[in-house]
T-cell receptor, first 110, second 114 residues
Framework: GQSLEQPSEVTAVEGAIVQINCTYQ??????LSWYQQHDGGAPTFLSY????GLEETGRFSSFLSRSDSYGYLLLQELQMKDSASYFC???????????FGAGTRLTVKP | SAVISQKPSRDICQRGTSLTIQCQVD?????MFWYRQQPGQSLTLIAT?????????ESGFVIDKFPISRPNLTFSTLTVSNMSPEDSSIYLC???????????FGPGTRLLVL
């Protein structure tokens, strides 16, 4: 099984940079994913790290360190629309046994 | 990406009844998943429904309560049986397209059991 821990809430201002950390305890861990979910909406995929290091997709980047069982999501140039919940998720091979963290609620203020 | 639709989008049901939720995908996928999410909470995997095999249920979920069908590569149903108020939740299906290390989620079914 797997368990993932992330902060429950983060607040930042427009234009700032915010980092959401995720630590995990797993067996058979294959990679770390990040999802964004706005209130009332479905989770949408942001990023995946199958290997150690940094993955960059526009304003969002994600990092994984397997030796530290740790990853993070970095959001740059924050916009009001980035206010949402962000989930880290760890899966086994073919995403079997996928587990989601409790989610981090990001509030972006003017 | 994959486009996923779910029916119904929401429902209010009486305890003791059953509701079947449908999930339709616009492309053929082998791997399909069913999740439950309480408002403001995380997602909990109910079962993995791969076409051509029996659904695999996670701890705490049983086939008698949550029977799943997967008749083809684009469709699946989840039934919530003998409902109680504790079953009130959002139910989401997701798929993992071949070669993609990600899941795409349907819009969810909001269920309220009275």
């Amino acid at each position: 099984g797997q368990s993932l821990e992330q902060p429950s809430e983060v607040t930042a201002v427009e234009g700032a940079i915010v980092q959401i950390n995720c630590t995990y305890q797993t067996s058979g861990f294959y990679g770390l994913s990040w999802y964004q979910q706005h209130d009332g909406g479905a989770p949408t995929f942001l990023s995946y790290n199958g290997l150690d290091g940094l993955e960059e997709t526009g304003r969002f980047s994600s990092f994984l360190s397997r030796s530290d069982s740790y990853g993070y999501l970095l959001l740059q140039e924050l916009q009001m629309k980035d206010s949402a919940s962000y989930f880290c998720a760890g899966g086994g091979y073919n995403n079997n046994d996928m587990r989601f963290g409790a989610g981090t609620r990001l509030t972006v203020k003017p | 990406s994959a486009v996923i639709s779910q029916k119904p989008s929401r429902d209010i049901c009486q305890r003791g009844t059953s509701l079947t939720i449908q999930c339709q995908v616009d492309s053929q996928v082998t791997m399909m998943f069913w999740y439950r999410q309480q408002p403001g909470q995380s997602l909990t995997l109910i079962a993995t429904a791969n076409q051509g095999s029996e659904a695999t249920y996670e701890s705490g979920f049983v086939i008698d309560k949550f029977p799943i069908s997967r008749p083809n590569l684009t469709f699946s149903t989840l039934t919530v049986s003998n409902m109680s108020p504790e079953d009130s939740s959002i139910y989401l299906c997701s798929v993992e397209p071949p070669g993609r290390e990600t899941q795409y989620f349907g819009p969810g079914t909001r269920l309220l059991v009275l």
